[in-house]
T-cell receptor
Framework: EAQVTQNPRYLITVTGKKLTVTCSQN?????MSWYRQDPGLGLRQIYY???????DKGDVPEGYKVSRKEKRNFPLILESPSPNQTSLYFC???????????FGEGSRLTVL | KQEVTQIPAALSVPEGENLVLNCSFT??????LQWFRQDPGKGLTSLLL?????REQTSGRLNASLDKSSGRSTLYIAASQPGDSATYLC??????????FGQGTELSVKP
């Protein structure tokens, strides 16, 4: 089954404790991206990647890092999480810049 | 800077009605526009994708149109059902790979 898988789905952590949210897709898509969804602000793009070793900033990249060492994986790294990074995070992938987007189920992160 | 607006923010209709959701964007330089459905606490499910060279796309009871010159897209839902209740989001794919989302329309279809 074609899918985008995120882990963990739920996480509560404390300020400053590094964490990684993994994202994996099994559709051999070139493009992958991360978004956060907040009430009243909607979905905003954090980072995107057009291919292996190619990443670029979205609209809200501050406080986040990404890497794309393999085509199927695109982890989101929070080096020193802060409470304002409490949010619902989504990973997505698409084939080519004009391809249909497929989303993961989301990861709900709470930073205390 | 590209901005995407969806009106109305919320809509409640009786079952069986045909309805239209609106999406407008400020910059016509886009690759495509995509409509999504999001159920509470869930991820986004793609409904329809319209490339910039297309005028409309249809899937079952759903029809999406795109007028790039006026910066507008509509999602038409025919014969609405309670199972259509969800939040509907549009997103424009801008040149350079950035995806900009609207705030969404929360649809409630009453039995």
């Amino acid at each position: 089954e074609a899918q985008v898988t995120q882990n963990p789905r739920y996480l509560i952590t404390v300020t400053g404790k590094k964490l990684t949210v993994t994202c994996s897709q099994n559709m051999n898509h070139e493009y992958m991206s991360w978004y956060r969804q907040d009430p009243g602000l909607g979905l905003r793009q954090i980072y995107y990647s057009m291919n292996v070793e190619v990443t670029d900033k979205g609209d809200v990249p501050e406080g986040y890092k990404v890497s794309r060492k393999e085509k199927r994986n695109f982890p989101l790294i929070l080096e020193s999480p802060s409470p304002n990074q409490t949010s619902l995070y989504f990973c997505a992938s698409n084939q080519g810049i004009t391809g249909e987007l497929f989303f993961g189920e989301g990861s709900r992160l709470t930073v205390l | 800077k590209q901005e995407v607006t969806q009106i109305p923010a919320a809509l409640s209709v009786p079952e069986g009605e045909n309805l239209v959701l609106n999406c407008s964007f400020t910059d016509s330089a886009i690759y495509n526009l995509q409509w999504f459905r999001q159920d509470p606490g869930k991820g986004l499910t793609s409904l329809l994708l319209i490339q910039s060279s297309q005028r409309e796309q249809t899937s079952g009871r759903l029809n999406a149109s795109l007028d790039k010159s006026s910066g507008r897209s509509t999602l038409y839902i025919a014969a609405s059902q309670p199972g259509d209740s969800a939040t509907y989001l549009c997103a424009v794919n801008t040149f350079g790979g950035k995806l900009i989302f609207g705030q969404g329309t929360e649809l409630s279809v009453k039995p």
